[in-house]
């Protein structure tokens, strides 16, 4: 059961993953250490390895908020997949 939870989750990062999520703000973006700029939402850097190689990895930066509806998004399609095939969350 976990290697079936474990497969859905790496497939839900590949098909909904952050390489169809907006381009990263620059630093100009973020406002990083910028006063007047709102920093209640952080930018998050996260690494990735690409599939299918070893060496290579993809640096993804997004809002702690975007973050989190990825998760969100990533969870629920997890989720009807399984219902689908009749596995069902447990």
Known sequence: MKKVLWLALSAGL?????????????????????????????????????IGSRLKIKRVCLTKSQWEAQAR??????????????IGPN
Do not use: W
């Not at 910028?34 to 690409?50: A, H, M, N, T, Y």
């Not at 998004?73 to 009749?86: H, K, L, P, T």
């Open 14 to 50: 590949v098909f909904s993953g952050p390489a169809q999520a907006k381009e990263p703000p620059t630093n100009s973006q973020s406002g990083a250490g910028r006063p007047g700029i709102d920093q209640s939402d952080p930018v998050e850097c996260r690494k990735f390895q690409e």
């Open 73 to 86: 998004d990533d969870r629920m399609n997890i989720e009807r997949s399984q219902v689908a095939r009749g």
